[in-house]
């Protein structure tokens, strides 16, 4: 959209059309999708729980999928364990100023994982430090390690640092992210499932 000339109707349809491209081509990821969905599960039943981070609308997106699991989504079912490293303004500060913002999710994760628990990254490039050193940290020390990213998955796909990545095929952030919203309802669907009332 220019910058000198009003949002119009045709700019609604030509976003929509990308979306509903990009949209078309997540079929492959349907299957390492169900694998993180198992591992999600798993995870829970366990006993163990699940660490999101992400930096501006990744760190929405992190919050967003705890709340889902730690109040509702779409049935009736018990609250679950999800935390969202993105939302502690003491923490983050603290490890910005002293440890430097490379840190600030990877000291959360030392303090708060357990091995068994299962940390998803999200990261539109997969490059951003922070979340790098999160999965690393993660782990580490032994936790299950996710990441939602895009474009060639960057550093993360290339030196494998999740057990379960998952690039959207797309090069551009607002689709990723949008993308992104759809595999997080997806968990929480597949979790909803296997968390109803008397299973």
Do not use: W, Y
């Not at 109707?9 to 492959?28: E, Q």
């Amino acid at each position: 959209m220019s910058a000198d000339r009003p949002a119009s109707g045709a700019d609604f349809g030509r976003l929509l059309d990308d979306h509903k491209a990009v949209a078309g081509r997540m079929s492959v990821l349907a299957e390492p999708a169900g694998h993180l969905a198992e591992a999600a599960i798993s995870v829970l039943r366990a006993g163990g729980k699940l660490l999101l981070c992400g930096n501006g609308g990744s760190a929405a997106d992190s919050q967003h999928i705890a709340t889902e699991l730690t109040v509702r989504f779409e049935t009736d079912r018990q609250a679950l364990p999800a935390i969202a490293l993105t939302t502690d303004s003491s923490a983050l500060t603290a490890a910005g100023n002293d440890l430097g913002f490379e840190q600030v999710f990877a000291r959360q994760v030392a303090a708060l994982g357990r091995k068994g628990d299962l940390l998803i990254g999200l990261t539109t490039s997969g490059t951003s430090p922070n979340v790098v050193a999160a999965l690393k940290a993660a782990r580490s020390a032994g936790l299950v390690t996710a990441c939602l990213t895009g474009r060639d998955g960057g550093s993360v796909a290339a030196e494998r640092l999740a057990d379960h990545c998952l690039v959207v095929p797309s090069d551009n952030t607002a689709r990723i992210q949008e993308m992104h919203s759809f595999i997080g309802h997806f968990l929480c669907a597949a979790i909803d499932a296997a968390f109803a009332p008397g299973k």
